[in-house]
């Protein structure tokens, strides 16, 4: 479809100078741009709905009849004109602020009016303020259907591209463009599934009779996006399969002798079961790609450890990537001395390690000398190679995105890829974990290590605050250690009175003069987070005063009590993955939640639920429910997805049902080599080059 790919600029319409003015506001560049430019909202201009409906509608509506009563209203501070349109016994007041008088001869009593505007419902009665107005004669002609409004920038108004030229360019374009355009899904998962064409979606997405239409139209076309998306990862994760040999790593003979002499604990049956399933991977000849779930405290890294003794079984490299130096400086602390064990070399690369070490860690890298890197994203950085990287483990998943994940791919030059591991404890919902990894194999591990106490979680009000001290005091007494975690570092002006880390410092330091305190946050220098972490992992420290750096991975067992303060604040995910970091023995261990002294229900519900259940699942399930998965993961669109309706993480029916779309299409035919799914073949290529979506592949 060549017109498609015109450039703006050559549309006589429009015109060099406005054609680059869309390309640098808005980035519109083709045709094709424009048409999926598609309305950020509506306005529902399809009827005229009666008075008595008009409390129904959450957004700006037309209705009409007849003034009733006019007058102007003056206060202290302020004029108003009020006109009282009724029709069938109902009424609506309509309110103009300032230039009342020019309102008062423009609006008269006795004649029939149409207005569109935003209604309000107060104490019964209904209003609109400042609507729009048009008096009805007998070949008044009012706007009709459902009109969109496209975004604009100060730019583009200033040079006369506004919302009505906009919608000229759209108009004139869905004539002369979309009658051509080809239908990208097979004919059979149109009927299958009742959805629109697609010439009739891209149209009535602009330009719409009927809400009822705009809704399938605007089904028809996330549905679309979502299923390029998974058709796309479909295909790769077969293509990978048939076509990306991985290395074979038969050999397992270092991860028999640490099973045999030098694990120190007996693995859970989960922790086991997954195990098998990479080594099965790893020797199958096909480069593993795998997602491995595990709630907090569930022992991935053990998981992580061992199955990296596979590759070096054979003289092969492994490297662990975490989200934060705190994190990999953990990692490195504890696995060292075990790899060291069967003589193993361990090393640690992050953003603050020293020019002179770096270089030489490289050197050894690529030398093959050094086993094993520990690190930060400084690992991603192109000029670290390997001899042959046989495993990349990604610890915490959730902060690292496909991009990265794909970089780690391409570390060996003469060697095929590394096989991937990615681990995270945030248990993501199937069908998110489906639209996100859909190119990943999934492990999880339910069970949590025998002996394990469940984490006593109780709420205190912000009242009872010295109960809470009370209670940290008793556990210090045992010789225990424990975390307080605050919201945020500093409060600036005007905010809430949430409690800041530095306050809480101080206040702590008052309360326990005698205990030596630790403080982490995410603004500190690498070098003091280190130091202050490792005080406290040595017990030098007692207490740990931190913000949410401390929800990632930390490991201390002794740490028996997690203290939040205005817990109502974090999302219940969040709150979990900071339980998570005590109860890491055998010892009983408490999570304390504080909370304001009065809490909205919605709030006091998600922390009854924390102090209820100890499962990440059910969180992660109530939390999806009240806040979307979005939030829960933290992840934001990302660029890679760069979809334009589809909202990754809200739209979870769309996703579900374009999976299946999407399996059904490759199932049939796995290289979209019919002449039926030539359209589709061709959206997905140009999507993959245009978007860059090639890096997933
Ligand atoms: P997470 O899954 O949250 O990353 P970790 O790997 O940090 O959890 O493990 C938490 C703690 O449990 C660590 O101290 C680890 O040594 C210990 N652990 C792991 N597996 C077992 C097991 N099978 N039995 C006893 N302790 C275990
Ligand atoms: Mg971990």
Redesign the pocket.
């Known amino acids: 479809m060549k017109l498609l790919h015109e450039a703006l600029m050559k549309i006589p319409d429009i015109g060099y100078r406005k054609a680059k003015l869309l390309y640098e506001e808005l980035g519109l560049e083709t045709v094709a741009d424009c048409l999926t430019f598609y309305p950020y909202k509506y306005e529902d201009r399809s009827e005229v709905y009666d008075i008595s409906d008009l409390s129904k509608h959450k957004h700006p509506v037309g209705t009409e009849g007849i003034i009733e009563d006019t007058k102007v209203v003056v206060t202290k501070s302020k004029k108003r004109f009020v006109a009282l349109l009724k029709k069938a016994g109902k009424k609506v007041e309509l309110v103009w602020f300032n230039r009342t008088e020019w309102w008062r001869k423009e609006v008269q009593t006795g004649h029939r009016y149409y207005v569109f505007g935003q209604v309000r419902k107060n104490k019964g009665k209904l209003s609109m303020t400042h609507p729009e107005i048009v008096r009805l004669g007998p070949t008044t002609v009012l706007p009709k259907g459902i009109l969109p409004i496209y975004s604009t920038t100060k730019k583009l108004l200033e040079a006369n591209i506004d919302n009505t030229f906009i919608t000229k360019v759209q108009r004139m374009l869905s004539k002369k463009i979309i009658p051509f355009l080809n239908e990208t899904l097979p004919q059979q998962q149109l009927e299958n599934h009742a959805l629109m064409p697609r010439k009739e979606a891209l149209s009535y997405i602009h330009f719409s009779p009927s809400k009822k239409l705009l809704a399938r139209a605007r089904y028809r076309l996330k549905l679309e996006e979502l299923i390029y998306l998974q058709t796309h990862l479909l295909q790769c994760k077969k293509n990978r399969k048939i076509l990306s040999k991985g290395m074979t790593f038969k050999e397992a003979s270092l991860l028999k002798k640490y099973y045999d002499h030098h694990l120190?604990?007996?693995?859970?049956n989960d922790?086991k079961k997954v195990i098998r399933e990479i080594c099965k991977d790893m020797r199958s000849g096909n480069q593993m790609n795998r997602l491995l779930q595990?709630?907090?405290?569930?022992?991935?890294?053990?998981?992580?450890f061992l199955s990296g003794l596979v590759p070096l079984s054979s003289g092969a490299q492994v490297a662990l990537v975490a989200p934060t130096e705190v994190l990999a400086k953990q990692h490195q602390e504890?696995l060292k001395p075990e790899a060291a064990k069967l003589g193993l070399s361990l090393a640690l690369l992050t953003g603050s390690t020293s020019s002179k070490e770096r270089k030489q860690l490289l050197k050894q890298l690529s030398e093959g000398s050094l086993h094993i890197i520990v690190g930060t994203h400084a690992l991603l950085q192109e000029d670290v190679r390997f001899t042959q990287l046989g495993l990349a483990i990604i610890?915490e998943q959730h902060r690292f995105g496909v991009v990265q994940r794909a970089k780690l791919w391409k570390k060996n030059t003469t060697f095929p890829c590394p096989h991937i591991l990615v681990?995270t404890?945030t248990p993501i919902p199937r069908t998110l974990a489906k639209a996100l990894y859909g190119d990943l194999d999934v492990s999880c591990?339910k069970e949590k290590?025998?002996?394990?106490k469940p984490i006593l979680t109780t709420h205190y009000y912000d009242r009872h605050r010295l109960v809470v001290f009370e209670r940290m005091r008793e556990e210090l007494a045992k010789g225990h250690q424990v975390y307080i975690v605050y919201p945020r570092i500093l409060s600036s002006d005007g905010e809430e009175e949430n409690k800041d880390l530095m306050d809480g410092y101080e206040s702590i330091s008052r309360a326990f003069p005698k205990v030596p305190i630790s403080i982490l946050h995410g603004k500190m220098v690498p070098t003091s987070k280190a130091f202050e972490m490792s005080r406290f992992v040595k017990g030098e420290t007692k207490i740990m005063v931190g913000t949410t750096i401390l929800e990632v991975?930390i490991?201390v067992?002794n740490a028996t009590t997690m203290v939040i303060e205005n817990a109502e604040s974090f999302g219940l995910a969040q709150l979990h993955q900071l339980r998570?970091r005590v109860g890491?023995?055998e010892k009983p261990s408490y999570c304390l939640l504080l909370t304001k002294d009065t809490l909205s229900t919605k709030a006091r519900q998600r922390i009854n639920a924390m102090v209820r259940t100890n499962d990440g699942f059910e969180i992660a399930q109530i939390d999806l429910q009240s806040r979307g998965p979005g939030d829960i993961l933290g992840i934001q669109q990302s660029g890679l997805y760069n979809m334009k309706l589809a909202d990754l993480t809200k739209d979870k029916h769309i996703i579900e049902k374009a999976h299946t779309i999407a399996q059904e299409i490759i199932e049939a035919d796995p290289f979209l080599s019919n002449p039926e799914n030539k359209a589709l073949k061709q959206a997905l290529e140009h999507l993959v080059e245009k978007k860059n979506w090639s890096i997933v592949s």
């Open positions: 120190s604990f007996t693995l859970t922790q595990g709630d907090v405290g569930s022992g991935k890294t053990i998981v992580a504890k610890d681990m404890a591990i290590p025998a002996g394990r991975g490991n067992p998570g890491r023995d």
